[in-house]
C-alpha cells in the first residue's frame, strides 16, 4: 500500500493516541541507508548521548557495538507486509520526543511522521516529491540539504542549528572493539601498510585492475604492503586484479578474514586507506588513519572524508552521483573516471611519504 494513504489511514488513530502521549526524553534517529552513511551519523549519535534507532540490518554488526544507541530497529524487518509496517508504526507512535530523520525516503518519511514526538526534525533534500509535503506538514523544523552541503553537517544541525562538522568526531563502534582473532599481519611494523577497497557496494564506483596497477608501479619504490579488505563475495575482484598486476607478496588478502564489527580496530592499524567512495573509506577516516579518496563521480563537497585526505578526482568530469541520488552507470568509462595521470600519482606517492612513519624490525603479534 502507498505509504501515504497508509498514513491517512492512521492518521485518526495517531490523533487520538496522542492525547495520551507522555513526554520522555527519548530520542529517534531514523538512517537506513548503508556503513558510510552510518558512520557519517555517528557525530549526531555522540551529540545525543544515547538514541533509539531506524536503521538498514547492513549496518547491524557496528551499530550492536555502538554505546550511544539503545533499541535498535531494522527496516527490512518490517517491509514484508502491510500488517508489519503497521505494527511497527504503532510501537513508534507514542514512544519518543524528540525525532529526527536523517535519510528522507518515502518509507522513513511515514514512520517519522506516524511519532507523535513533541520535537521532530526532517531533512529536506533535492529530491524530495509534492506527495511527500504531507509528512512533512508533521514536522517541528527542517534542515535544507543540497548537493553540495555537507551531509555530516546538516546531519548535527538537525540537533543543533550551531553544530558544525567540528563539533564532535565520527567512530564506527564506540568504544573501539578490539577482536581477538584479529589477523596477525595487521600488526606488522616493518612496512607501510596500506589498506584498499578494490570494490564497492555500488559497483559503478568499483576502481578496475589497470588503475591499481598504475598506483602500485608508482609506489613500488616504498615498501609498501597493500591489505585488500572486503566481503567473501569480492574474491572474484581480487582474482581480477592479480591477473593484471599478477602475483605479489606485498598484497595481503584480507578478504573475508575480518567481521565488519572487528574491522574499524584492523583498519585502525593501517598507515593509509585508499579507496573510491565506499564504507571502507569512512571507518578508516573514522579511525584518524590517513586516507586517499579516488572519488570518480561522487560529489565530495556533499560527502568526503573529513580528517587527512588527499581527494583525486577525475579531469574536467563533472560530479553525477549524489547521496540522495546515487547513480548505477556512468556517462564515462570507469578508466576515465578513476584515471590516475603522472600529476595524481606524484600527489599520492607525495602525500604517504610526507606522512609514513619510521620501520622496525619484522613484527608478527601486538
Known amino acids: 500500500m502507498n505509504y501515504v494513504l497508509l498514513f491517512l489511514l492512521l492518521l485518526p488513530f495517531k490523533l487520538l493516541m496522542k492525547l495520551s502521549h507522555k513526554k520522555e526524553a527519548r530520542n529517534l534517529v531514523i538512517q537506513t541507508a548503508k556503513i558510510g552513511d552510518f558512520v557519517n551519523i555517528t557525530p549526531l549519535l555522540a551529540h545525543l548521548e544515547k538514541s533509539d534507532a531506524l536503521l538498514s540490518r547492513t549496518v547491524a554488526p557496528l551499530a550492536e557495538h555502538d554505546s550511544t544507541l539503545a533499541d535498535i530497529f531494522y527496516i527490512e524487518e518490517h517491509k514484508s507486509s502491510t500488517y508489519s509496517k503497521l505494527k511497527l508504526a504503532l510501537k513508534l507512535m507514542n ?6 530523520l ?4 518515502n518509507t522513513n518519511l511515514f514512520y517519522a511522521a506516524c511519532c507523535n514526538a513533541s520535537n521532530k526534525q526532517f531533512l529536506s533534500m533535492y529530491r524530495r516529491k509534492w506527495y511527500q509535503g504531507i509528512f512533512y506538514l508533521t514536522a517541528t523544523g527542517t534542515v535544507e540539504h543540497d548537493k553540495y552541503s555537507l551531509t555530516l553537517e546538516n546531519y548535527l544541525r538537525l540537533a543543533d542549528r550551531s553544530l558544525t562538522k567540528e563539533s564532535y568526531p565520527k567512530h564506527a563502534t564506540l568504544p573501539l572493539l578490539k577482536p581477538d582473532n ?3 599481519e ?3 611494523t616493518d612496512k607501510i601498510k596500506i589498506g584498499i577497497s578494490i570494490s564497492a557496494g555500488n559497483q559503478a564506483k568499483t576502481i578496475p585492475p589497470t588503475i591499481w596497477k598504475a598506483l602500485f608501479d608508482r609506489l613500488s619504490g616504498l615498501p609498501c604492503l597493500f591489505y585488500v579488505f572486503g566481503a567473501p563475495n ?3 575482484r581480487l582474482h581480477e586484479l592479480n591477473k593484471v598486476v599478477g602475483e605479489s607478496d606485498n ?5 573475508g578474514k575480518v567481521s565488519l564489527e572487528g574491522l574499524p580496530y584492523a583498519i585502525s592499524q593501517m598507515d593509509f586507506y585508499i579507496a573510491s567512495d565506499s564504507g571502507n573509506i569512512y571507518i578508516a577516516d573514522s579511525q584518524n588513519v590517513p586516507v586517499i579518496l579516488i572519488y570518480g563521480p561522487c560529489c565530495v563537497e556533499e560527502q568526503r572524508p573529513l580528517g587527512d585526505v588527499l581527494l583525486i578526482g577525475p579531469n574536467h568530469i563533472a560530479p553525477s552521483s549524489f547521496v540522495f541520488h546515487a ?3 556512468f556517462n564515462h568509462p570507469v578508466e576515465q573516471l578513476y584515471e590516475l595521470d603522472n600529476r595524481k600519482l606524484d600527489d599520492i606517492y607525495d602525500f604517504i611519504c610526507a606522512r609514513k612513519r619510521p620501520l622496525q624490525e619484522k613484527k608478527t603479534s601486538s
Open 95 to 100: 514512544r519518543y520526543e524528540n525525532v529526527y
Open 102 to 105: 536523517l535519510h528522507p525516503n
Open 182 to 184: 584479529t589477523p596477525e
Open 186 to 188: 595487521v600488526f606488522r
Open 234 to 236: 569480492e574474491l572474484t
Open 251 to 255: 598484497i595481503v588478502n584480507m578478504i
Open 327 to 329: 547513480l548505477y552507470k
